[in-house]
């Protein structure tokens, strides 16, 4: 059974739904509204306790980290779902945020960032299309995407998950990526409703009761923090993705840790009820993000309460699971949370599997078909590239000599970014694909890689890629965005060395340049072009024309990088990208 083309279609599966529900006992209702992780539950759990949905976290790999040994694990709890007293099927998921990520040898795409940079709605819905077969040939029929929040501050660690700035361009292309992943019969996920883009920089807080933020919380400034915005600019700026999103007909919703004028929205009975399921008409289910209801309160029962009473269906518990459906079993039977609250839950979880075509067995892709579409990431690989400034003509590079420097040249790791392989990410080979410097030996010139640029060979025409190291969620918030000291280092020194010189910055979001663009005759943002950073070098030498458009503006300074949605004039402003 296809997906459906929009929440309204959800009324057949709501009758199907119905009447499973008369079957249920509290249970196996409550069972159905819990998520583990996959290190912390057995399939023989997941039988026992009638669970609905097991996730893969960042880097909750199988060991090999193969897709033929996702597709046995990810099926033994599937198999698990099978063997509970009513049947009733798993849904499996996964961060495939840029291609089914996390996988060994998975085509990896450029991050939204990237894909927000081409503009191309039917590209991001072939690349999402894409992500959505590789992910259900492991067995996973549930991605934790599209990321659809509008990123106002580029100093967020997840500015790169969003498609940009402006919420016309981000509610196009989150759509899109909707429309992709459902149509290869993968539910996706609008996240973090709502605001997440929108927090203010230092109101990231340390949650003190958990020792999971105990030992991360404290290295997050902006992530998780505070949008301080009234309704008016909630609504036009932070909501009109996700009512795209619906209008596409996503089947789930993830809310933000991220708190409204100091509320969180993991506990907003406005926000998820009345807003999202009550004025927006969303069908679909709700789901926590990661330990998202532990912030809610010191008192795990009282998370469970008052997350549930909010308007979460499905908990990502994702640790301890069992306490949760303790919590839960006895806060219906003292009458803290309805009954009728978990019918409506449960109703609109099964109804999703339903919509998905879970309860007839559906059939996957085979597992051949993860890592089989290079192709498509190197064409939107170089449909992202944004040429900044190019001064005469050193593009494309002609079959002379060219020397490459910099660690992001020749660094698969880098060029993903985060979210791939591991949670935060990694340098070097971490998984198969092709690098920039790959690229440009493909083409007739006479490349000579000097990566820390400390050789005394010349040549007409230098290449220097600059880039960030990998990083996710609230490590990546950052308030520095100049560029390193090393790399402005690095450019002089292959400066002298050269009679012209292109720079590539492969980063997650605008890097303050300084000096170090007035000597340069060529500037390109690649951001994170996934692991086919070949496409990068196909804009570079000609194979493929540039076509990218900012997503956001390029700041000139950091004055203006502390100072997001400024009237500031930027270096470069959103739309801009040259052709040549």
């Not at 030996?441 to 005394?456: I, K, L, W």
Request: aromatic content about 6%; glycine content about 14%; charged content about 20%.
């Amino acid at each position: 059974m296809p997906p459906p083309s929009s929440t309204t279609d959800l009324g057949a599966s709501r009758a199907f739904a119905s009447d499973v529900l008369g079957r249920m006992t509290l249970a196996e209702k409550i069972g159905q509204m819990t998520q583990a992780e996959k290190n912390s539950i057995t399939p023989d759990e997941v039988a026992d306790h009638g669970i609905g949905s097991v996730l893969s976290g960042g880097g909750a790999n199988p060991e090999p980290n193969t897709p033929e040994a996702w597709r046995e694990m990810v099926g033994a709890f599937l198999d698990g779902g099978r063997r509970s007293r009513l049947g009733i099927p798993l849904l499996y998921g996964v961060d495939a945020v840029h291609g089914h990520s996390n996988v060994g040898d998975a085509t990896i795409f450029p991050h939204n960032v990237g894909l927000g940079a081409t503009g191309d709605a039917v590209l991001v819905e072939r690349v999402y299309r894409a992500t959505g077969i590789e992910t259900a040939a492991t067995g996973s029929l549930w991605d934790f995407a599209p990321t659809v929040a509008v990123s106002v501050d580029p100093r967020w660690g997840r500015s790169y998950e969003s498609f940009g700035d402006d919420p016309s361009l981000v509610s196009r292309l989150g759509a899109a990526a909707v429309r992709g992943l459902q149509d290869a019969g993968v539910a996706a996920c609008a996240k973090h409703f709502v605001g997440d883009g929108g927090t203010v920089w230092g109101t990231a807080h340390r949650v003190e009761w958990t020792d999971w933020w105990n030992g991360w919380g404290s290295q997050w400034h902006i992530d998780q923090g505070d949008t301080v915005v009234d309704e008016a600019t909630l609504r036009s700026v932070h909501l009109p993705p996700y009512e795209d999103a619906i209008g596409a007909g996503v089947l789930t919703v993830m809310a933000s840790y991220s708190s409204w004028n100091g509320d969180k929205v993991h506990g907003h009975h406005r926000l998820l009820t009345e807003l999202l399921k009550g004025e927006l008409g969303f069908e679909g289910f709700v789901v926590s993000d990661w330990m998202g209801i532990d912030q809610l309160d010191a008192d795990p029962y009282r998370c469970a309460v008052i997350s549930v009473n909010a308007g979460i269906d499905m908990v990502m518990v994702p640790i301890a699971w069992q306490r949760f459906v303790d919590d839960l079993t006895r806060a219906v039977e003292v009458g803290d949370v309805a009954i009728e609250r978990i019918d409506d839950a449960v109703v609109r979880i099964l109804a999703v599997k339903h919509a998905l075509g879970l309860f007839d067995h559906p059939a996957e892709p085979p597992v051949t078909a993860v890592g089989a579409h290079r192709d498509l990431a190197r064409e939107a690989a170089a449909a992202s590239a944004v040429l900044l400034d190019h001064r005469g003509d050193v593009l494309p590079i002609g079959s002379g000599r060219v020397l490459v420097a910099g660690a992001g040249a020749d660094d698969i790791g880098r060029q993903c970014g985060g979210w791939t392989i591991e949670w935060q990410g990694g340098t070097g080979t971490i998984t198969t694909g092709t690098t920039i410097l790959d690229g440009l030996r493909e083409g007739g010139a006479e490349v000579v890689h000097d990566p820390d640029g400390t050789g005394d060979e010349r040549a007409p025409v230098g290449v220097v890629v600059v880039s960030e190291r990998p990083y996710a969620e609230g490590l990546g918030d950052r308030e520095d965005l100049r560029l390193p000291g090393e790399d402005r280092e690095l450019i002089e020194r292959i400066r002298a060395r050269v009679d012209r010189l292109v720079l590539v910055v492969v980063a997650g979001r605008p890097l303050v340049l300084g000096d170090a663009a007035d000597v340069c005759d060529a500037i390109v943002a690649a951001w994170l072009p996934g692991s086919e950073g070949a496409g990068i070098a196909d804009v570079l030498v000609g194979r493929r024309p540039f076509t990218g458009r900012l997503p956001r503006p390029w700041p000139a300074d950091a004055a203006q990088v502390a100072d997001p949605g400024g009237s500031w004039e930027a270096a470069w402003p959103r739309g801009h990208g040259r052709t040549i």
